[in-house]
Every structure is written in structure tokens, then in C-alpha cells.
């Protein structure tokens, strides 16, 4: 099982990005999906997350700017980014919770992928 990001760069404050994650492999299913974020000498923090059971969550510095996606059955998630700030910059990782096709409880987590916001 693979995961890869897509999407990241460099945005002006105010501006848009979309980040994008795909799973590659055979799985029985997925929980949840989750983005975090990385700032540069802080500790990662959960930005968002769409799981089954509780539903759609953001963190308060995102919530009403960014919203999550999940596809089941393509196996993917996107994060949409609005009125982007210059504190929203930081590496930002993908992750799926998920079971495997031996009904275990996994999850794998993108390579990373930076987000600059600056004029």
C-alpha cells in the first residue's frame, strides 16, 4: 500500500490551494482520513478528518476556510484551502485509517508535501 500527495506550493495570503491524496493497494476498507500539518519547529496537529463514525471534524484555526473530501471507492481524499494565511504554511500529510484485507486495523500516512503562503 502506497500514498501519495499531490498539490502543494507556493500561494499568496488570501489565495486557494487543493491538496490531493490517493491510496494505491488492495484495503478492506477506510475509517478515516485525516490531513496534519507540520510547521517548521512545531509538532504536527490535526487539521482535519472525516471518519465514519464521528463525522467531519476541523481544527479551529481551519474550520470555515478548509474542507475535506473522501472518495471510498477511489481511495481518495482532497483538502480545499481557502483565504489562505502565512501561519497556514507548513508541510501537510495525508493519512488513512484503515483495515486490511486480513481485517486488520492499519493506516498510512502520504510523504509530505510543503504549503507556502507568502506575498
Known amino acids: 500500500v502506497v500514498v501519495v500527495e499531490s498539490g502543494g506550493g507556493l500561494v499568496q495570503p488570501g489565495g486557494s490551494l487543493t491538496l490531493h491524496c490517493i491510496l494505491s493497494?488492495?484495503?478492506?476498507?477506510?475509517?478515516?482520513v485525516s490531513w496534519y500539518r507540520q510547521g517548521l519547529g512545531k509538532q504536527r496537529e490535526l487539521v482535519a478528518q472525516?471518519?465514519?463514525?464521528?463525522?467531519?471534524t476541523y481544527s479551529d484555526d481551519v474550520k470555515g476556510r478548509f474542507t475535506i473530501s473522501r472518495d471510498e471507492a477511489r481511495k481518495t481524499t482532497s483538502l480545499q484551502m481557502n483565504t489562505l494565511k502565512p501561519e497556514d504554511t507548513a508541510v501537510y500529510l495525508c493519512?488513512?485509517?484503515?483495515?486490511?484485507?486480513?481485517?486488520?486495523?492499519?493506516?498510512?500516512w502520504g510523504q509530505g508535501i510543503q504549503v507556502s503562503v507568502s506575498s
Open positions: 472525516a471518519n465514519i463514525f464521528t463525522g467531519v
Open positions: 493519512n488513512f485509517d484503515v483495515f486490511n484485507l486480513d481485517q486488520r486495523r492499519n493506516d498510512y
Open positions: 493497494g488492495d484495503i478492506l476498507s477506510i475509517t478515516a
